[in-house]
Every structure is written in C-alpha cells, then in structure tokens.
C-alpha cells in the first residue's frame, strides 16, 4: 500500500507540472497583445469624433464615462461630464457639432490594460489641433475619461497670437488670482 501511495505521489507531482499556468486561478488578469488594445483604443476615439461629427448626442456621451471631462481650447471650458452635456446639446440638437479627423495619434497601455493614454494631431474647423487624453476600460469597452483639446499654433507665430490674447488672459488672471 506504501508502494501505491508513493506512485500516486509521484504521478500526481510529475503531471502537475505539465499544467500551464491558469493567472485567473490566482487573480491575476489576462492580458491581451498589447497591439489589439491600442487597436481597440483607436476604434473607440474614432468612434467618439465620429459621433460628434454625425451630431450622434447618445453615442458619443456614451463614449465618456460618467465622470469625464473635457478641457476646451478656451482658458474657461473645463467642463465636467453633466455640464459638458448641457453645453453640447444644442449644437447636437442642431445636427451641427464639430468635426475632427485623426491626421496622428500615439496610444500608450497601463500594465493591467484597464487605462490607457493618447496623443493625437486632428484635422479641424480651427485647423490643427492637439487632443490628449486618458480613457477607461469598463464592461462596455473603452470610454475617454478625461480629455484636453488645444490649437496648435507654431512657434514663430506664438508672439502675436500671446499679443492677440493678452488682454483676455490679464482679466482671467487677476479674476482667478482673487479667488
């Protein structure tokens, strides 16, 4: 009897070493190639300027989460989500919203693929553009969680585009410095 225990033993050890590694029996997630998660990123930003462009109000605010935000290109818009929305409406409403094409974008992945980053130079009604931002991956896929759009304006003109603004940016200023 000695004899079989000692066989199982040694049956049951040798074959439990053949097994792969199954992560999600110790909590650990499984990841995907990083490549089809920035592929999957970029589908859900194409779909969100494309929402904007077709004046689409549901699915592109689907594509933000709850508490997402959007920096404009004015000092004053940092809208958060509920406030964005009310904004947005009626330029949604009047089939008119804005309209961005992708001419570049850099796509960068969190360790546990649950976050991700971006970059991108867009094609506007104000010309180029900068957008950046961070999107979130929830059970529905990947939703912008906060997001930065700037005009891009080249260095040799920056002088007179700061001389342009630069009596908007002196109220600003002392109006944000006495709060």
């Keep these: 009897m000695k004899f079989l225990t000692l066989i199982a033993s040694i049956f049951i050890i040798t074959s439990c070493g053949n097994h792969t590694h199954d992560p999600m029996l110790e909590g650990e997630p499984i990841l995907q190639p990083v490549a089809d998660v920035k592929t999957n990123i970029d589908s859900s930003l194409e779909a969100w300027h494309k929402a904007a462009a077709e004046a689409n109000f549901d699915a592109y605010f689907n594509l933000m989460t709850k508490d997402g935000v959007f920096i404009g290109t004015d000092a004053t818009e940092n ?101």
Aim: with cysteine; glycine share 6%.
């Design 79 to 179: 809208w958060q989500n509920e406030d964005f929305k009310k904004f947005s409406k009626p330029y949604f409403d009047n089939g008119k919203a804005w309209s961005f094409s992708t001419l570049e974008r850099n796509i960068y992945v969190g360790e546990y693929q649950d976050l991700g980053w971006f970059d991108e130079l867009l094609d506007t009604q104000m010309g180029i553009c900068r957008g950046s931002g961070v999107v979130e991956k929830d059970s529905l896929g990947w939703k912008v969680k906060h997001y930065v759009l700037s005009i891009a304006v080249p260095n040799e003109n920056v002088a007179e585009l700061t001389k342009l603004k630069s009596e908007f940016d002196k109220t600003l200023i002392t109006e944000l410095k006495s709060n």
